[in-house]
């Protein structure tokens, strides 16, 4: 009722203001988590399109939930998409690196006035930590039209729909808060051949700024050289490895033209003031706390995914406890 209510008040142009903002028509029950628990996400659908009823809700898991197991649901028809994770997650009895990306229920039919719950129970892994926010998209189908509530913070905003469904991830009770300046990234391994990556983590970009800096340690365990030759993650036009040089007693960045040399059975770290990742042309911020999917690209590795977990910016490192080797 609300909705029509406004619509007709703003008018046609104010209508995906009001639908995105005030008329998010899909949201989690519970709203805050603590990591490595259970977690069960209700998804609550509180309208139908403009009046048409819904006919079916898929729900995309967040890279770091694991062990998702829907909640059937009389008259609704569930499907699951199953997949790799981009690395493995400890998930209370062994390991795992696959599971349910996605449950669609379909084939039943919720009226425009009426709600219902959508469930699935998962498992929340060290992926994430305290301050963290975790999207569960959702896409919502009708008799006529579709909503998307699938929107990033900081991302593009979507016409027919608005913000995806969000979990704030808090500190255990009784657990000793993060010292101070700590940064909060996904910890990590990833590994590509006889190339190891650990810990990748970015800086969070203050408001307009254009580039990010990135680092992490790579190690090969190979008998033969191999090149760090390139850098991706999705906000960024392009991604290049950067020395950095002291010219005249100022320092100095500059591209790797040929990338970083990783000699068999060295291990560099990239850090800042030395060298790093440097990601131009960035269309989004890059958030404290949410941490960004990428990939690096070795010369015979070849291309192996990674999470960048994100410190505040101007952090000198990834972490407090982070295992820093030297210091
Ligand atoms: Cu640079």
Redesign the pocket.
């Known amino acids: 009722m609300t909705s029509f209510t406004l619509r007709g008040a703003l008018g046609a142009a104010a209508c995906l203001l009001a639908s995105s903002a005030a008329l998010a028509h899909a949201v989690l029950e519970r709203r805050e988590a603590e990591p490595n628990t259970a977690y069960r996400a209700t998804v609550q659908i509180m309208h139908g399109c403009d009046g048409s009823p819904t006919t079916s809700v898929k729900v995309s898991l967040p890279e770091g939930a694991v062990a998702a197991r829907p909640l059937p649901k009389a008259g609704w028809t569930v499907t699951t998409t199953r997949g790799p994770f981009i690395r493995s997650y400890e998930a209370g009895h062994g390991t795992v690196s696959e599971g349910v990306k996605e449950v669609t229920w379909s084939g039943g039919r919720l009226a425009d006035d009426h709600f219902d719950e959508f469930v699935v129970s998962l498992r929340l892994t060290d992926a994430f930590r305290p301050g963290d926010t975790v999207h569960f998209p959702v896409e919502q189908v009708c008799e006529n039209g579709r909503r998307h509530w699938t929107q990033m913070p900081g991302g593009t905003p979507v016409a027919d729909g608005g913000p995806a469904p969000g979990l704030r991830i808090v500190q255990a009770a009784g657990a000793a808060a993060a010292p101070a300046g700590a940064a909060a990234p996904t910890s990590g391994t990833f590994k590509a051949g006889a190339i190891a990556v650990e810990q990748p983590w970015l800086r969070a970009t203050p408001g307009g700024a254009k ?1 990010a ?1 990135g680092y992490l340690r790579v190690t090969n365990s190979g008998r033969e050289a191999d090149r760090l030759v390139g850098a991706a993650i999705p906000v960024a036009g392009r991604g ?1 490895v ?1 020395e950095t040089v002291s010219e005249g007693g100022v320092a100095k ?1 500059r591209p790797l033209e040929r990338g970083l040399e990783i000699a068999p059975g060295a291990s560099l770290e990239l850090k800042p003031g030395g060298l ?1 990742l ?1 990601f131009l042309d960035l269309k989004a911020p890059v958030k404290e706390g949410a941490p960004v999917r990428g990939t690096l690209t070795f010369e015979k590795a070849g291309t192996v995914e990674v999470l960048f977990g994100v410190a505040p910016a101007g952090a000198p490192g990834p972490a407090s406890g982070g295992g820093h080797a030297h210091h």
């Open positions: 580039v800096g290049e950067h960045m790093h440097m």
